[in-house]
């Protein structure tokens, strides 16, 4: 099982030091993996000229699983448009075809304080949210910036065919039968034609899944909701814009998104892991970040690519220990809990492994 | 001063009736204003056949003001697109070019309690969201669901020009100088080109505000910095899209929807006003619903189209001196406070008034 590491911009060499060290520990366990390094983002266009260079894409295309730390930072934001580090990001997304995000929304019971939610609105919350990644008016052409008139016009395309909307609702359907059998798909078919769309190919699919309480839900209404009464949802599916507002949204709930892991599926379970977090350029290289995200973002690997499903678990029974124990890094920390830096961080994972 | 009056579907024409009773007041007291009745939406499809009737068109367009309950209810639901409730609220924003959404989201001392946020996080709330309304994806062209290779596809287009968005940057940045002198800009300009302009363009147009202190952020961390750390935006700005999704998400980290107005003007002050609810219809018809927030929109109607700052201020305290009294409506009613319908809050403002 080849695994290609990606440990990008800012923070992310750090924490996803500590998570190699979990693959190591596994490895040595023997797990077979073995791993090889590539640049992406930033550091990739200070490098080579380009945020996703041709090296990485050929790492990244013979890899079973692509682990990424973050990418982007402010040295890089003024750069053109097709080499800021973010292309890379969605460079690699398209290319390798990953189309569900799968973005668990958690609420850690030892963590409950750092929500500004009341504890009786999250406590317990979680929710895993379905995010179409390859699609939608992130790669919807025409777009640009032209004259017309004598002014200047930016337009982008959101679009959908049925084929992207069936295998992302497959995908959020047979995640909702491995939970509580209850999905809401998020759309605005009041207003856009491809979120129509949505709607009827997701509802055609739900046939399928008759044990599935299907619902729907408006983008609007859902950003409300979400702050209401989160524990209404269980497992939420929607397309890429949508996506990215409602599963940072969501993330925000816990107060912890130090904490939240992710990962981008293919239709054949290939995957890149990353946090949800970015790449916190303010806290790089001081040993500070919460390596606790890219660490559960490998256990997501193990589950999903790898059908590790017991050496999963036991990366996330390590991290519950940990946080039982008291262990915190700065971006969690309160009073009567134990500050520690990234790699004590690492060091405790892996004594409680 | 010709008023339109649009009770709408559900609970509209109950809470209009109550805010009708407030402009009855003003102008027993002198104020020189004149109404006349219109359908739009719901009622409207089911009288002409149009969610916007021509009858409607004309009365709007000679109105300086129009005064809307609420549109929709399940009855229409499945009527074709065209015929649709929202259409008719699209239908007369564009019409009328109200380009200028303002939505405040705002929290009553008296109401922290509604709030699913813990106090801290969100006491003294007072955010200034302006969405613009007559543009982007919402009237974007193309658009449609279409047959391409054998499949169905659907599509939208988002698409903003220079003068679309330096008239709301101008709205946005006075509003701006009339309060605190922050504002901050919400797009997705690492992804969308058409987010890319709105963020030059607003940026240009600050160079003529140099009191205002401008910051741009991404939507999806504007979505979870609402979650976070909601007091730290004053003014926000942004497009019709991400306003939908951002003004509904900041109305609900107050608790209490039902007490917040809005307005949308154009380039004369002339204004569509609205609650930032919706039509409830389950509790329609049942003198439950609160009229407050539509008898705010009649306090941003006299402040902004027709300029008669002390009559909304008048307005403003008498709903205060209302909460204050500790009467609710179900909706905001809490232990040690004394419910009432939604006629007796009418009486209860008028006798503050
Ligand atoms: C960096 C950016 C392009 C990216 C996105 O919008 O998808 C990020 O916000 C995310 O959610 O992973
Ligand atoms: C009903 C719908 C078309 C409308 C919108 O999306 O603008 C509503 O959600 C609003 O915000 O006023």
Redesign the interface.
Known sequence: MKIAILPGDGIGPEIVAQAVRVLDALRSDGLPIEYEYGVLGGGAVDATGSPYPEATQKLAQAADAILLGAVGGPQWDNLP?EQ?P?RGL?GIRKQLGVFANLRPAVLYPELANAS???PE?VSGLDIMIIRELVGD??F?EP???ET?NG?????????????EIRRIAKVAFETAMRRNRKLCSVD?M?????????RD?VTEVGKDYPQVELSHML???A???????PKQFDVMVTGN??G??????A???T?S?GMLPSASLDANNKGLYEPCHGSAPDIAGKNLANPLATILSVAMMLRYSFAKEDAAQRIEAAVKSVLAQGLRTADIFEAGTEKISTTQMGDAVLAAL
Request: no cysteine; glycine share 6%; aromatic share 8%.
């Open positions: 448009r800021r973010e969605l500004t939610l009341k609105v008016i992130y919807g777009r640009g910036i017309r002014e200047r016009v930016g337009y982008n395309t959101m679009v959908y065919s049925e084929s605005k009041n207003v856009l034609e491809a979120t129509q769309l949505w190919v983008v609007d209404n950003a409300m909701q979400l702050v209401r009464n814009m949508f990215d507002i409602l599963s940072d949204e993330s925000m709930l107060g998104i």
